[in-house]
């Protein structure tokens, strides 16, 4: 049985490398290590298709939120031996801490010209791949349908609210920057949502298992995981609340100390191509390419209302919005 | 490290001299000095650098941010949050484990091999997979639940969340560890009391009551001391329980605080490593206190046979036992199996949903996943394998050649494995995290620093067995050698090696199907290419793949079970009382 798939997959690797293979010019080889907070399903996906492309790179991920892929590179700079070569992680605010010490290598030459300007960083440091937004979902058995971020603290939701911890998760401590900054509430409105009983702890995927098995019926949770698990027959509903969506863009960058950077720059010349965005679409992501759709369940792009947002003051306010939000859940 | 050795090895003899010659003449001083270098390296290194890192950071005695660290709110609560769970799930555990002993090893109940098979199974399979299948089992969209009309209404949130939860499935988790203690004490009880006490005309109950039970007392002291200090050490129930309610223990809040913030916050954690520390050390010196005043051999002609004949109550307690481990390990095994097996969360498995592809997902797809098997295999394989040779040495420099320092060494040993895995973890970053002095090389990201952390953490499971053999050698075999001129390690290899073997095999057995299944230790060593099963575990679980998490524990018990199923085979050539279950 394995014997018989390996075949087979070696002869589809072997038949994209050959329809591809003028394509490929710089012919990338040799190891290629990629930490990533990916969900591990999506990592493989997408290291299997950029293999296609490039067969002769043998890629392997570490997958973990985005806060511990962090603290593990932190302990390998200290230890003076970085083991990753390429980062993929929730959001541009760790990009830019990266930048600012002179972590990252930049890709001049990649290709970003499909972009609108402000998409990807301008020193090419780091480019986006996504838009991942933060909303609400609620199990389809829950009395009230909530259509914005306050109705979490309505008597409805008392005790029913579950959230992702900044501590875990990437994407959840931008949405908490931005929720606290955009909410006129401010942060008076995660003391509400402590008052109405509301969990934070755990990750995404923590939030997804609760309110889909009906221990809880609410969650803040980023778009893909219910609409996905919704399309496979799970009973959750995914909604983007009347005031706008938080948004991370899942950034991926090259690490300055890597030993590969030739495969390193065509790994991220993958995820930037047309081919590569589709891949975003097809695993039911809003892709960062603008002329590629958006997955069955989201509504138009121009719909997706985001809130303002401003990285260099996120970076500055990433440790005090961690303490904040501790003090008030822990 | 080869500097540590060294200056280990030479400072050693020095201390043990004025001892050892009492003992034995000179020639075997290269033995103890190296066992001790062994020891100082895998015990008491590990245990030094975290006092060092809590209470000296870069050599400064500075030991008031430890202090403050020990007494902010998040660590009193946490430490009474380990002692409560720890002390109540041992309790537990003592009653569910001393009820299946007793019945198992003094009734004349049936099906008794099936039944401690099954019991010991449960054991082995990863604490985060039990944590986890008893969360599925009690969901509100739980299939068995709802098969018998008891699913509670969307939005209860899981009993198991939380305290009560942590407490009920670490007691059912450690009733086996309870059970195994008992029946080797079980095993020293000679008939002749039993026989004697049936001869004055006393009843079974009476005889268990007043006989078995007060003689056991040493085992049942030593085995709800090995249950607290398992509880105080646990992670994966914790962590998958008490994690997603912000319900911390010691080794959940360090772990949180070490994944959260980095090397940046090693001193705080190293502080509180510290703590976990001093509350499993005060459950080892109450069980060496409790060890020491049992000593001395009981030469057994007959052990304990069972005298409790049940009669018509027979089919009865075999169906309470089969029951308990129905509820222990059947029903949350299924619950999980269903997870697996649905296509998403919380849709109801049925005829029309079954799927399998979360299992060809996590086992033919995901590279990570086979390399998680295999990675698991190796480093538990190889962790077993140096083991058994080190348990060897060991075994006979104890028992021979250490005297006085034998205690002090047996207590260096058991650290590690004392400490909760988190605790150990952190120990041998802050050793390998900047590269070994002299060679120049860091271990740290390389498959070195998880074995040694292995090797670390399960030795003294390694040396249970081998020492409790050796116990029972008589020294003229090793006298003999002597005489015909062999010097110690000749000795060692043709005539104490041989004997110790079939311990030796089954420690390393034992210390493979832990190892294999651990997550604790890992789960902070781990990087690209290393991940173990309990990593890869843990971490489907938080990207929101539940029913993958859900495959991979299946097959993983699988596994598991597939091992224990060839050593018992395996056992009918192997001398009497040595695998757990084979009463």
Same mark, same amino acid.
């Given at each position: 049985?394995?014997?018989?798939?390996?075949?087979?997959?070696?002869?589809?690797?072997?038949?994209?490398?050959?329809?591809?293979?003028?394509?490929?010019?710089?012919?990338?080889?040799?190891?290629?290590?990629l930490y990533t907070s990916q969900p591990n399903t999506d990592a493989q996906q997408t290291i299997d298709a950029f293999k296609a492309k490039y067969p002769k790179v043998d890629v392997s991920f570490v997958r973990d939120g985005t806060p511990r892929i962090m603290a593990k590179l932190k302990?390998?700079?200290?230890?003076?031996?970085?083991?990753?070569?390429?980062?993929?992680?929730?959001?541009?605010?760790?990009?830019?801490?990266?930048?600012?010490?002179?972590?990252?290598?930049?890709?001049?030459?990649?290709?970003?010209?499909?972009?609108?300007?402000?998409?990807?960083?301008?020193?090419?440091?780091? =480019?986006? $791949?996504?838009?991942?937004?933060?909303?609400?979902?609620?199990?389809?058995?829950?009395?009230?349908?909530?259509?914005?971020? $306050?109705?979490?603290?309505?008597?409805?939701?008392?005790?029913?609210?579950?959230?992702?911890?900044?501590?875990?998760?990437?994407?959840?401590?931008?949405?908490?920057?931005?929720?606290?900054?955009?909410?006129?509430?401010?942060?008076?409105?995660?003391?509400?949502?402590?008052?109405?009983? $509301?969990?934070?702890?755990?990750?995404?995927?923590?939030?997804?298992?609760?309110?889909?098995?009906?221990?809880?019926?609410?969650?803040?949770?980023?778009?893909?995981?219910?609409?996905?698990?919704?399309?496979?027959?799970?009973?959750?509903? =995914?909604? =983007?609340?009347?005031?706008?969506?938080?948004?991370?863009?899942?950034?991926?960058?090259?690490?300055?100390?890597?030993?590969?950077?030739?495969?390193?720059?065509?790994?991220?010349? =993958?995820?930037?191509?047309?081919?590569?965005?589709?891949?975003?679409?097809?695993?039911?992501?809003?892709?960062?390419?603008?002329?590629?759709?958006?997955?069955?369940?989201?509504?138009?792009?121009?719909?997706?209302?985001?809130?303002?947002?401003?990285?260099?003051?996120?970076?500055?306010?990433?440790?005090?919005?961690?303490?904040?939000?501790?003090?008030?859940?822990? | 490290?080869?500097?540590?050795?060294?200056?280990?090895?030479?400072?050693?003899?020095?201390?043990?001299?004025?001892?050892?010659?009492?003992?034995?003449?000179?020639?075997?001083?290269?033995?103890?000095?190296?066992?001790?270098?062994?020891? #100082?390296?895998?015990?008491?290194?590990?245990? %030094?650098?975290?006092?060092?890192?809590?209470?000296?950071?870069?050599?400064?005695?500075?030991?008031?941010?430890?202090?403050?660290?020990?007494?902010?709110?998040?660590?009193?609560?946490?430490?009474?949050?380990?002692?409560?769970?720890?002390?109540?799930?041992?309790?537990?555990?003592?009653?569910?484990?001393?009820?299946?002993?007793?019945?198992?090893?003094?009734?004349?109940?049936?099906?008794?091999?099936?039944?401690? %098979?099954?019991?010991?199974?449960?054991?082995?399979?990863?604490?985060?997979?039990?944590?986890?299948?008893?969360?599925?089992? #009690?969901?509100?969209?739980?299939?068995?639940?709802?098969?018998?009309?008891?699913?509670?209404?969307?939005?209860?949130?899981?009993?198991?969340?939380?305290?009560?939860?942590?407490?009920?499935?670490?007691?059912?988790?450690?009733?086996?560890?309870?059970?195994?203690?008992?029946?080797?004490?079980?095993?020293?009880?000679?008939?002749?009391?039993?026989?004697?006490?049936?001869?004055?005309?006393?009843?079974?109950?009476?005889?268990?009551?007043?006989?078995?039970?007060?003689?056991?007392?040493?085992?049942? !002291?030593?085995?709800?001391?090995?249950? %607290?200090?398992?509880?105080?050490?646990?992670?994966?129930?914790?962590?998958?329980?008490?994690?997603?309610?912000?319900?911390?223990?010691?080794?959940?809040?360090?772990?949180?605080?070490?994944?959260?913030?980095?090397?940046?916050?090693?001193?705080?954690?190293?502080?509180?490593?510290?703590?976990?520390? !001093?509350?499993?050390?005060?459950?080892?010196?109450?069980?060496?206190?409790v060890a020491s005043r049992q000593r001395g051999k009981v030469e057994i002609e007959r052990p304990l046979e069972p005298y409790w004949l049940l009669g018509s109550a027979r089919p009865f307690v075999a169906g309470g036992l089969w029951l308990l481990l129905a509820l222990k390990l059947g029903?949350?095994?299924?619950?999980?199996?269903?997870?697996?097996?649905?296509?998403?969360?919380?849709?109801?498995?049925?005829?029309?949903?079954?799927?399998?592809?979360?299992?060809?997902? !996590?086992?033919?797809?995901?590279?990570?996943?086979?390399?998680? +098997?295999?990675?698991?295999?190796?480093?538990?394989?190889?962790?077993?394998?140096?083991?058994? +040779?080190?348990?060897?040495?060991?075994?006979?420099?104890?028992?021979?050649?250490?005297?006085?320092?034998?205690?002090?060494?047996?207590?260096?040993?058991?650290?590690?494995?004392?400490?909760?895995?988190?605790?150990?973890?952190?120990?041998?970053?802050?050793?390998?995290?900047?590269?070994?002095?002299?060679?120049?090389?860091?271990?740290?990201?390389?498959?070195?620093?998880?074995? %040694?952390?292995? #090797?670390?953490?399960?030795?003294?499971?390694?040396?249970?067995?081998?020492?409790?053999?050796?116990?029972?050698?008589?020294?003229?075999?090793?006298?003999?050698?002597?005489?015909?001129?062999?010097?110690?390690?000749?000795?060692?290899?043709?005539? !104490?090696?041989?004997?110790?073997?079939?311990?030796?095999?089954?420690?390393?057995?034992?210390?493979?199907?832990?190892?294999?299944?651990?997550?604790?230790?890992?789960?902070l060593l781990w990087s690209s290419g290393t991940e173990t099963l309990g990593v890869v575990l843990f971490s489907l679980k938080e990207a929101g793949l539940a029913g993958e998490a859900a495959a991979v524990a299946i097959s993983a018990s699988t596994i598991i079970l597939v091992a224990m199923?060839?050593?018992?085979?395996?056992?009918?050539?192997?001398?009497?009382?040595?695998?757990?279950?084979? #009463?």
């Amino acid at each position: 049985m394995q014997r018989k798939s390996l075949s087979a997959f070696t002869f589809a690797a072997g038949l994209a490398a050959t329809a591809l293979a003028p394509s490929a010019a710089s012919a990338a080889e040799g190891k290629l290590v990629l930490y990533t907070s990916q969900p591990n399903t999506d990592a493989q996906q997408t290291i299997d298709a950029f293999k296609a492309k490039y067969p002769k790179v043998d890629v392997s991920f570490v997958r973990d939120g985005t806060p511990r892929i962090m603290a593990k590179l932190k302990a390998e700079f200290e230890a003076g031996a970085p083991q990753a070569d390429v980062l993929l992680i929730a959001d541009s605010v760790t990009m830019e801490g990266l930048k600012k010490d002179d972590r990252l290598l930049a890709h001049d030459k990649a290709d970003v010209a499909a972009y609108p300007a402000g998409v990807h960083d301008p020193k090419k440091m780091w =480019f986006a $791949t996504k838009l991942i937004t933060t909303g609400i979902v609620y199990n389809t058995k829950a009395g009230m349908k909530p259509t914005s971020w $306050t109705d979490l603290t309505k008597a409805e939701a008392k005790n029913q609210l579950a959230m992702p911890s900044p501590l875990n998760s990437g994407a959840a401590l931008i949405h908490t920057i931005t929720l606290t900054g955009n909410l006129k509430e401010g942060w008076s409105f995660y003391e509400k949502l402590k008052e109405n009983g $509301t969990l934070a702890a755990g990750a995404n995927g923590d939030i997804l298992r609760q309110v889909a098995t009906g221990e809880k019926l609410y969650g803040m949770i980023v778009d893909f995981m219910p609409i996905r698990e919704k399309a496979k027959g799970a009973p959750v509903e =995914f909604v =983007f609340p009347s005031e706008g969506v938080s948004a991370v863009s899942e950034p991926v960058a090259i690490l300055k100390s890597t030993k590969n950077p030739e495969a390193a720059k065509a790994f991220i010349d =993958f995820l930037l191509s047309k081919d590569g965005q589709e891949l975003a679409l097809k695993q039911g992501y809003v892709a960062a390419h603008p002329d590629v759709a958006l997955p069955a369940g989201y509504p138009a792009r121009s719909a997706i209302k985001l809130m303002s947002f401003d990285a260099a003051k996120a970076l500055a306010d990433e440790a005090a919005a961690r303490k904040r939000f501790s003090s008030i859940f822990e | 490290m080869t500097l540590a050795i060294d200056r280990n090895g030479k400072r050693e003899p020095a201390i043990a001299a004025p001892l050892l010659p009492r003992l034995r003449p000179p020639d075997g001083l290269g033995l103890p000095a190296l066992v001790i270098a062994v020891a #100082l390296l895998l015990g008491g290194l590990p245990f %030094f650098r975290l006092i060092l890192a809590a209470f000296a950071p870069g050599w400064q005695f500075a030991p008031e941010a430890a202090f403050a660290e020990m007494a902010s709110r998040s660590a009193v609560n946490a430490t009474w949050h380990t002692l409560e769970t720890a002390c109540l799930s041992a309790l537990g555990a003592l009653v569910v484990g001393g009820i299946v002993a007793l019945t198992l090893g003094v009734t004349d109940v049936r099906g008794k091999r099936p039944l401690a %098979f099954a019991f010991v199974f449960s054991m082995m399979i990863a604490p985060q997979v039990a944590a986890l299948a008893f969360l599925s089992l #009690l969901a509100p969209n739980s299939p068995i639940l709802s098969l018998i009309g008891l699913a509670p209404v969307p939005g209860t949130p899981n009993p198991l969340l939380g305290r009560g939860g942590i407490i009920l499935v670490m007691a059912l988790h450690h009733a086996p560890l309870v059970a195994i203690t008992l029946w080797t004490g079980l095993r020293s009880i000679p008939q002749s009391l039993i026989e004697a006490a049936q001869m004055e005309g006393a009843s079974n109950a009476t005889i268990t009551a007043r006989i078995v039970i007060p003689v056991l007392r040493p085992q049942i !002291v030593a085995a709800g001391l090995i249950a %607290f200090v398992a509880g105080v050490g646990n992670f994966g129930i914790p962590a998958l329980l008490g994690l997603p309610v912000n319900y911390l223990t010691l080794p959940t809040l360090i772990y949180r605080r070490l994944s959260s913030f980095g090397p940046s916050s090693l001193g705080e954690t190293a502080a509180l490593a510290v703590l976990v520390g !001093v509350v499993a050390a005060l459950g080892i010196i109450a069980g060496t206190l409790v060890a020491s005043r049992q000593r001395g051999k009981v030469e057994i002609e007959r052990p304990l046979e069972p005298y409790w004949l049940l009669g018509s109550a027979r089919p009865f307690v075999a169906g309470g036992l089969w029951l308990l481990l129905a509820l222990k390990l059947g029903l949350p095994l299924i619950a999980l199996l269903s997870e697996a097996l649905t296509p998403a969360l919380g849709v109801a498995l049925s005829w029309q949903t079954l799927t399998f592809d979360k299992f060809t997902e !996590v086992l033919l797809r995901q590279a990570v996943t086979m390399r998680a +098997f295999r990675n698991s295999l190796l480093f538990a394989g190889a962790a077993a394998l140096i083991l058994a +040779f080190l348990a060897i040495a060991f075994a006979y420099a104890l028992e021979r050649r250490l005297g006085k320092l034998r205690r002090p060494v047996e207590l260096m040993i058991e650290l590690p494995y004392a400490l909760p895995g988190v605790v150990l973890a952190i120990a041998c970053i802050l050793i390998f995290l900047k590269p070994l002095p002299l060679i120049g090389v860091s271990i740290y990201g390389t498959p070195f620093i998880i074995l %040694f952390a292995y #090797l670390a953490r399960f030795l003294p499971l390694a040396l249970k067995a081998p020492v409790a053999a050796m116990a029972q050698i008589e020294a003229h075999h090793e006298e003999a050698a002597k005489l015909d001129g062999a010097n110690l390690w000749q000795m060692l290899r043709f005539i !104490v090696a041989p004997i110790l073997a079939p311990a030796a095999a089954v420690s390393a057995l034992m210390v493979f199907l832990v190892a294999f299944n651990e997550l604790t230790v890992s789960a902070l060593l781990w990087s690209s290419g290393t991940e173990t099963l309990g990593v890869v575990l843990f971490s489907l679980k938080e990207a929101g793949l539940a029913g993958e998490a859900a495959a991979v524990a299946i097959s993983a018990s699988t596994i598991i079970l597939v091992a224990m199923l060839i050593l018992d085979l395996l056992g009918r050539h192997l001398p009497q009382n040595i695998l757990p279950w084979r #009463l």
